[in-house]
């Protein structure tokens, strides 16, 4: 459905994009997946037809996204940040607006604008006006618009951002929902999302993709050198620490107090899993745990994982 | 076409859904309905040799909302597409560019139309109460208003030009009338210099809308000022163009 080879994007001296090749198979949902200014946005304008590469080049459904711009556009759904909306406009006039635009056929113009109302939870506030909807609606309308002229290929920029929690969980059903139609590329820095959502992850930092993987080897390649959290009431606590330096599998060990309680955090050996280590080792000793866990990996971790790997090899 | 016709209805939905259209509408038939008035107190003080069409198209209170009307026409168009970012939900779409362009620049035209639509009811009404013929003959109206559809068209694709260029409707605004203040001013310069003779006298005709529009609006025809303005018109809207796709290429 899509396929990228060497797409460079440069402003002035700074290389937003470098150099990035990937493909994206028909069904698949695919996350972009990067801190800010990584380059996930100016991808996914060049994708969209929006922004012109300064080199390489992108096909969507077969068509060239810049020779062929106005083939390609046709095939895609696109959802810029922040959506931006023509507020004077009431939605449904808007996604009819937007439909024909788009070339669906006059007849069946009630038809999808109908569709696209009730798949993304529009109807009640089909014949608001669009400055007055909140950002979660605004957000849907935006989705409506993407979709309503049944694309193969949807882009979503950072669909969820800027949303509270609830709004958040609509959103992303409204996306899981759709995979059985549409081709998704979608971005985010926000590493659940993609794991909830996502068949494949492209993790891009600083125009560059650093990793292309699924959810799954991405999180076992994390998993393998992880922090474990082991919160303890020790007599000692820089002799408690030393012991569990020796435990095996564990590669070094901080401490801080809390009250009565230590907290250590453990760094584990890669493949290594030392909590039930831990476990045996309180036991032993007949010390009071409340916890051992291993909290989940933030983005920052991700990054220093991926990129430390890439520089090692 | 039908894109056109649909971008086209967006922009002429969207103009006529800001306050600011209305106010320039009332405003504009106030100065013109004052000017009509002005030319008809004009006529009454005896022997004169114009005419009401000539009185009402070349007075200070003609020019004076015709060239006020062209940045607050022209200053949302591109720049606030830019602004707001919806350019980027538009240009993704299956349009081409130049469909885009001309169905802003349309708007426009539709805009100043209507603007000076009511205008001709005020000539209808004058021949029905005074019996008189407004002006010498079917040229000075069609004289008068082919000129103004014609330095309307020119001005205004001025005026989508600035808005294009800027991200800011009042910096847009600003450059539209000081673009056709510049403009008006050398054609004023015709009238301080000698009247006959002068290289710099004939040379500044060409630009002079005062000028261009006492002779039209007399009924004399001038292919100098029709070529001008189309073709001037032509080659802005070219700019335009191609600075819409620059700024965008850039962004």
């Not at chain 1, 109302?117 to 529009?122: A, F, H, I």
């Not at chain 2, 100065?31 to 009402?56: H, I, K, P, R, Y």
Request: aromatic share 12%; net charge neutral.
């Amino acid at each position: 459905m899509v396929k990228v080879e060497k797409l460079t994007r440069r402003f002035g001296s700074v290389t937003a994009v470098d150099s990035v090749d990937f493909e994206v198979g028909k069904g698949e949902i695919v996350g972009f997946l990067g801190p800010n200014g990584a380059g996930k946005t100016t991808t996914m304008r060049m994708l969209a037809g929006f922004l012109p590469p300064t080199s390489g080049r992108a096909e969507v459904a077969g068509y060239d996204v810049f020779s062929q711009s106005l083939r390609a556009r046709e095939h895609i759904g696109y959802m810029p940040e922040n959506v931006p909306l023509y507020t004077d406009m009431r939605v449904e006039e808007y996604l009819r607006y937007r439909a024909a635009l788009k070339g669906v056929p006059r007849r069946r113009l009630a038809e999808r604008i109908g569709d696209v109302v009730e798949l993304c939870g529009l109807v009640e506030v089909r014949r608001k006006m669009i400055a007055h909807l909140s950002k979660g609606y605004r957000q849907r309308v935006g989705l409506a618009d993407a979709m309503v002229h049944e694309p193969g290929l949807l882009i979503l920029d950072e669909p969820t951002i800027g949303l509270d929690p609830n709004q958040v969980r609509v959103v992303r059903s409204l996306i899981r929902n759709l995979r059985r139609h549409h081709t998704i590329l979608l971005s985010t820095h926000i590493l659940t999302e993609v794991e909830m959502l996502c068949s494949r992850v492209i993790i891009i930092n600083k125009g560059r993709i650093e990793a292309l993987d699924t959810p799954q080897n991405l999180r076992q390649r994390l998993g393998r050198a992880g922090k474990i959290l082991f919160d303890a009431v020790v007599p000692d606590a820089r002799a408690a620490a030393a012991t569990l330096r020796e435990l095996g599998g564990v590669k070094s060990v901080e401490f801080r107090a809390d009250g009565d309680w230590t907290v250590f955090e453990v760094q584990a050996e890669t493949d290594h899993d030392p909590r039930e280590a831990l476990y045996n080792h309180a036991m032993e000793n007949r010390w009071r745990v409340r916890e051992i866990s291993r909290p989940p990996v933030t983005l920052e971790e991700v990054f220093a994982e991926v990129t430390s790997g890439e520089e090692g090899r | 076409m039908r894109k056109f016709f649909i971008l086209f209805g967006r922009e002429v939905a969207c103009a006529f859904r800001q306050p600011l259209a209305y106010v320039v509408l009332f405003f504009f038939l106030l100065v013109t309905g004052f000017n009509f008035q002005a030319g008809v107190t004009l006529l009454n003080q005896g022997d004169s040799t114009t005419t009401m069409v000539e009185a009402f198209f070349n007075t200070v209170y003609f020019w004076f909302p015709f060239t006020l009307a062209f940045p607050l026409i022209t200053m949302r168009v591109f720049a606030e597409e830019a602004r707001s970012g919806t350019i980027e939900m538009l240009m993704t779409a299956p349009v081409r560019d130049y469909q885009v362009v001309l169905a802003k620049y349309a708007g426009c035209v539709f805009f100043f139309a209507v603007l000076w639509a009511p205008s001709a009811i005020y000539f209808v009404m004058f021949r029905q109460i005074v019996g008189i013929d407004p002006g010498t003959a079917v040229g000075s109206y069609v004289g008068a208003y082919s000129m103004l559809v014609l330095m309307g068209m020119f001005f205004l694709a001025i005026g989508c030009l600035a808005s294009a260029l800027t991200d800011n409707q009042i910096v847009a605004a600003i450059m539209t009338f000081a673009a056709i203040l510049f403009l008006f001013f050398i054609g004023l310069l015709s009238f301080l210099l000698p009247a006959t003779g002068s290289f710099l006298r004939e040379a500044t005709y060409y630009f002079s809308p005062i000028e261009h529009m006492m002779d039209f609006s007399r009924g004399i025809f001038d292919t100098r000022p029709v070529v001008f303005y189309l073709s001037s018109t032509l080659a802005v809207l070219f700019a335009l163009f191609h600075v819409f796709q620059h700024r965008r290429w850039k962004a």
